[in-house]
């Protein structure tokens, strides 16, 4: 190992190191995605990882490589969540303390997991970047080791360890998927790939809304970009690492973007069809071979799921969005008489038209509509979109003027 990038050698033995600590996560077919993108497809489910991601094989990986006298002084790190975690859970089996700075839009679901494994954890910064710099500061004070989050050469190597996984599990791969933010986690499994069997094409995929590490790669040159945010926290990184952008140029074969629609897109696709849980980062590899981002076809292609610890009120906006774009959900709005039996009849005229009513919302003193009048917002569970242009039409057809607020 250099003093800035691992080596194949380094990998395995960040594998001895997990042994006994890191999950050899399943590498699943999906029938499903695999008829969808005319490739065979494997989901490698990292969400399913201890703590959530494949964070804890790095951060495992940097901790336990400390000496007694490191370890004496605590270790600090900055995070958006999956890190923070892998960093909190070494640190608590290393017997060290542990700080972790997360932005101040962090996830609570990973606030609270980081809590729960020891950490002092304290919010700063609007994103990860920010986060950071507070991070090194109090580090230069504190003289705890700094533990990063991709930049390192023993969290790159522990990441690899995850292609040595799917070089056991699928030996005939022909291409991966790799979630990119910092790019610690490409940086490992292309070494890996490539120093064993070059002729795997290794894609790196990214949010559009913080491409640093993209431009980075497209342009040959490190760039620091100031994303418009996304949804996929876990790589929203504005730097990228030198060390692993070095590994990337040498080693990676393309890099992409998918937006935060397709991410989104994804993550359903997942719960609904795989019945898998992922993070918006999580996610983006299948968004990127499902929304045709790449050139894969008929190739044996692993896509790495790297962690599933999404926060619930996100998740849930995402399904509602995503039937609500499919037809599955709709919301109307329309005017009654206010008197009685009028909100029974229109509710009637629905469940005619085959609908099912999941909210009502009855408003008789909204100061746009008119006296002895009331408006009722319906929440409905549709089949399509053509079924809901036929309960529009059918309510039209009864003397109602629905209008869609969603």
């Given at each position: ?222 760039n620091e970009i100031k994303g418009t945010g996304t949804i996929a926290d876990g790589i929203a990184v ?82 509602e969005r995503g039937l609500a774009k499919s037809g599955r959900y709709v919301r109307l709005s329309t ?72």
């Amino acid at each position: 190992m250099t003093a800035d990038q691992p080596t194949l050698e380094n990998v395995r033995q960040a594998r001895d190191r997990l042994a006994w600590v890191a999950r050899h996560t399943p590498l699943d077919y999906s029938t499903t995605f695999s008829n969808m993108t005319g490739n065979s497809v494997y989901l490698k489910l990292e969400n399913m990882q201890k703590t959530g991601s494949f964070k804890i094989r790095g951060a495992y990986n940097k901790v336990m490589s400390l000496s007694e006298r490191e370890r004496t002084r605590g270790v600090i790190a900055a995070s958006a969540g999956n890190h923070a975690q892998g960093v909190a859970y070494a640190a608590s089996r290393a017997g060290t303390g542990c700080t972790i700075v997360m932005p101040n839009g962090a996830p609570l679901s990973k606030l609270m997991a980081t809590q729960g494994y020891g950490a002092e954890v304290l919010l700063a910064g609007s994103g990860y970047d920010e986060a950071y710099q507070v991070a090194c500061a109090l580090q230069q004070k504190s003289g705890a080791t700094f533990i990063h989050s991709f930049n390192d050469p023993h969290v790159i190597a522990g990441q690899g360890t995850i292609a040595l996984e799917l070089l056991d599990d699928l030996p005939d791969i022909e291409a991966v998927l790799v979630p990119v933010g910092g790019g610690g986690l490409l940086a490992g499994i292309s070494l890996v790939l490539k120093e064993i069997k070059p002729a795997v094409r290794v894609i790196g995929v990214q949010a559009q809304g913080a491409p640093a590490m993209y431009s980075s790669y497209r342009q040959g040159c490190l760039n620091e970009i100031k994303g418009t945010g996304t949804i996929a926290d876990g790589i929203a990184v504005g730097k990228p690492g030198e060390a692993t952008f070095a590994l990337l140029c040498k080693y990676v074969d393309d890099i992409v973007t998918v937006d935060d629609e397709e991410i989104a897109g994804a993550i359903l696709m997942l719960l609904e069809r795989a019945k898998i849980v992922v993070e918006g980062a999580g996610a983006v590899g299948l968004a990127a071979l499902t929304y045709h981002k790449t050139a894969l076809n008929n190739t044996k292609v692993a896509v790495v799921l790297s962690g599933g610890n999404i926060d619930v009120h996100i998740l849930s906006i995402i399904i509602e969005r995503g039937l609500a774009k499919s037809g599955r959900y709709v919301r109307l709005s329309t005017v009654v008489t206010d008197r009685p039996g009028s909100l029974s009849k229109l509710l009637f005229t629905v469940a005619e038209a085959g609908a099912n009513v999941i909210s009502v919302a009855h408003d008789r003193i909204k100061q746009d509509i008119p006296l002895k009048q009331a408006e009722v917002e319906l929440a409905l569970e549709t089949r399509n979109k053509a079924h809901i242009d036929q309960i529009i039409d059918i309510l039209c057809s009864n003397g109602y003027c629905p209008e869609v607020t969603s």
